[in-house]
């Protein structure tokens, strides 16, 4: 039998005591073995006793900041995922930047997220959440609301602009752009780069967004 490098890590850590780390350097300890046990397990398989033979510390300690298996890993993935605003998807834009030109930066974030370890971590959730509803809810609550909200406050500054049909300032429209990337990395498996991008945006997007 091969052991693997991490597999002696591991056992290590669940016959060793204990490391005295406190604070903000435990947190981050436990979050970056949550991240690992994600990674290395999936969702369904992730377990705290995993985090903490990673982590090397005890599962009071992890218990005590989080006090569910959902709320450690969302925090662990989130740790590592960019947020809306390192997306593009912030208010804070130049006047002369037009709403087509913050679409394709966020097109690119994206890709760029999707194609990322990750991204790779949460698209291996997404595909369990096909099969299970309570995680579906999930995902589409922690992931993909804050998403849509800010995607929709993108919109509406196309609208102000005379950029964007005010009809297009929808849930699912904000949802199409995220979605058709998500198909084709997902399901098609393919690399999406700078001309994939652009057939989504001018054959698809822009048209269903913008101004008549």
């Keep these: ?9 591991v056992s290590a850590g669940s016959d060793a005591a204990p490391q005295r780390r406190r604070g903000a350097a435990l947190e ?19 377990s705290v006793e995993g985090v903490a033979a990673r982590a090397r510390t005890g599962k009071a300690s992890i218990y005590r900041r989080w006090p569910t298996k959902p709320d450690l890993v969302w925090d662990a993935l989130s740790a590592k995922l960019p ?10 834009l130049a006047e002369s930047q037009t709403t087509v030109d913050a679409l394709y930066e966020l097109a690119r ?3 760029t997220v999707m194609s990322s370890p990750a991204g790779q971590v949460m698209r291996a959730i ?9 995680l579906a809810h ?10 849509r909200a ?24 904000a949802d199409v752009l995220p979605a058709m990337l998500s198909h084709r990395v997902i399901l098609q498996q393919e690399r999406v780069g700078e ?14 967004v913008e101004a008549r």
């Design 138 to 147: 999930l995902v589409d609550e922690r992931f993909q609301a804050p998403r």
């Design 150 to 173: 800010a995607m929709l406050a993108l919109l509406r500054r196309g609208v102000q602009r005379g950029e964007v049909r005010p009809a297009a300032v929808s849930e699912l429209v």
């Design 28 to 46: 981050d300890a436990i979050l970056q073995a949550a991240y690992d046990e994600l990674s290395a397990a999936g969702y369904t398989a992730f």
């Design 109 to 111: 974030a994206i890709a």
């Design 1 to 9: 039998m091969v052991v693997t490098a991490l597999d002696t890590a």
């Design 83 to 92: 947020s809306p605003a390192d997306c593009g998807l912030s208010m804070q």
């Design 195 to 208: 001309a994939e991008i652009a057939q989504i945006m001018e054959q698809v997007f822009i048209p269903l």
């Design 126 to 134: 997404k595909c369990e959440a096909m099969a299970d509803p309570e």
